[in-house]
């Protein structure tokens, strides 16, 4: 719980429910290098991927591993802990829950690779391995492998990476091949960092310290062992001792990405109530805490967040008990979990935003931060509103499509 506020000791609403001693256990160690995080936080802003201490911290604190297989050196936690933890850093800093969300995703596919590959990226290494599942490439087949070619864009959490994901078209002879159902045959291939070239392009207006650059392969052999068929992203992963979790890969992802937007709300909802406790508007009398219309947004900013953080553990409940066996419906609640966790997300923070006046349109504010942010997070395609709509094409009877 936290209940510490700057400008006194309070309980605004009850929030009481215990969390597991693993929640507890990862949430302190946010805590513990919480300090790491805000000293460097204004560093990774403004060079546009965290500085090296950052990441230090994290990885020794286990966060890059922290949803990967124990089998395979990770904490294999529930995914409760897991949202919980990215949450918190993203409180701290969304740039860096993005990167942990994201690598939270890439690391799904170590339960889908062959296990001595898995063992080599994941466990053999403590770099991050990130990259794009968008098959913006072409792969042309090759006797024990591919020939991978192509661009991708946001490689969240490049600038500390040992390997990077690369999703491809496969090519035969330079034609397309098709799967049985007639779709393009993709593949996920794995290349080391020495096979690639970064490209300095990460200039946006939010997530601006992720180091989410775009990347180019050119002609590189990539051994069939290195892959994973996109095909079997969308079932759970076989059993075998060293799988972490049966949950699809797709059903997996979208958690860490909701949960950085919504670990944003919680640091707006935070930041938000520590500037209206301090600040008297100009010519006014009075504090921003004590006007009706700020009580007002405040308190239904507060409701709106808390019925996120309820939808997205739900889901994550779901997910872990369905993972298996949940097919198109369970497919069809994460998705819209994750677009509703971030349009509400969102919609909270806007609204603080917007009350908060002149004080949030100044880079030194977290407001203006967590705004930025957010609604850049919301523009990546697992929070996207097609999957609102999507779900709503699968509950009238239609079947669950990934996009029209």
Request: charged fraction near 20%.
């Amino acid at each position: 719980m936290d209940h510490n506020h700057d400008g006194g000791e309070f309980l605004a609403l009850l929030d009481g429910k215990p969390v597991s001693a693993q929640t507890a256990d990862w949430l302190g160690r946010v805590d513990t290098i919480a300090p790491v995080i805000e000293k460097w936080r204004e560093e990774g802003e403004r060079q546009r991927f965290s500085p090296l201490p950052v990441f230090e911290a994290l990885r020794d604190a286990g966060f890059p591993r922290m949803l990967v297989s124990r089998e395979l050196g990770g904490a294999q936690v529930p995914l409760e802990t897991g949202s919980q933890a990215l949450q918190a850093l993203a409180r701290l800093d969304p740039a860096i829950g993005w990167q942990m969300g994201v690598q939270a995703a890439i690391g799904r596919l170590s339960d889908y690779l062959p296990e001595p590959q898995a063992r080599e990226l994941f466990l053999d290494q403590d770099a991050l391995v990130v990259g794009s599942v968008n098959p913006t490439g072409t792969a042309e087949a090759v006797g024990g492998g591919y020939r991978l070619s192509g661009r991708w864009g946001f490689a969240s959490g490049s600038a500390h990476a040992a390997w990077l994901v690369c999703a491809a078209r496969v090519t035969t002879g330079g034609a397309p091949r098709t799967t049985a159902g007639g779709g393009p045959e993709i593949r996920m291939l794995f290349v080391p960092k020495s096979a690639v070239r970064m490209l300095d392009n990460w200039h946006t207006l939010g997530l601006r310290g992720t180091g989410s650059e775009d990347y180019e392969v050119d002609d590189v052999f990539v051994a069939e062992q290195y892959t994973v068929d996109q095909r079997d992203m969308f079932a759970a992963p076989p059993a075998r001792p060293s799988r972490g979790y049966g949950i699809s890969y797709y059903d997996f992802g979208l958690f860490g990405s909701s949960s950085t937007v919504l670990g944003a709300a919680r640091g707006a909802l935070r930041e938000f109530q520590r500037l209206a406790l301090t600040k008297r508007p100009a010519a006014g009398t009075s504090t921003l805490a004590a006007s009706h219309t700020v009580q007002d947004r405040y308190a239904r900013a507060e409701a709106t967040v808390r019925a996120a953080r309820l939808l997205l553990a739900d889901a994550g409940w779901h997910a872990e008990q369905y993972g298996e066996t949940g097919g198109d419906a369970l497919s069809a609640t994460v998705r819209l979990t994750a677009a509703t966790v971030a349009e509400l997300s969102c919609a909270a923070i806007t609204s603080l935003f917007t009350v908060a006046g002149t004080s949030s349109l100044y880079a030194s504010s977290l407001l203006e931060r967590y705004f930025r942010d957010a609604h850049s997070a919301a523009k990546h395609i697992t929070l996207s509103p097609t999957n609102v709509e999507m779900a709503g094409q699968y509950l009238l009877g239609g079947g669950l499509a990934m996009r029209r």
